[in-house]
């Protein structure tokens, strides 16, 4: 089973900074995507950051130049760094991955963390 433990959440002023990180455990393969997600109260969740299969990293419109998504594959963490926070930054943020998994006869499976809450506000 895979689990993801998100972290980093706190309240932060606009144009302030924050750093995620989420730990990923249990065996996953061929892993096409990995990275973060948000959903803000009322909305639909949106991927803002991830890592696709070939090793690219993609962005939301809305974050792009102003977060990073990097990972430590020896510590199985990917972390999102936010920059220039804005109001509209404000939403629980989720990790995901998804990819194959030898204990389920190798299908394709999704996993997802608990949140973190990001508030963005003065």
């Known amino acids: 089973q895979v689990q993801l433990v998100e972290s980093g959440g706190a309240w932060v002023q606009p144009g302030g900074s924050l750093s995620l990180s989420c730990a990923i455990s249990?065996?996953?393969?061929?892993?096409?995507?990995m990275g973060w997600a948000r959903q803000a109260p009322g909305k639909q969740r949106e991927l803002v950051a991830v890592?696709?299969?070939?090793?690219?990293?993609n962005y939301a419109d809305s974050v792009k130049g102003r977060f990073t998504i990097s990972r430590d594959n020896a510590k199985n963490t990917v972390y999102l760094q936010m920059n220039r926070l804005k109001p509209e930054d404000t939403a629980v943020y989720y990790c995901t991955i998804r990819g194959l998994e030898k204990s389920t006869s190798w299908s394709e499976n999704e996993y997802w963390g608990q949140g973190t809450q990001v508030t963005v506000s003065s």
């Open positions: 249990g065996s996953i393969f061929s892993v096409n995507v």
């Open positions: 890592f696709t299969g070939g090793g690219s990293s």
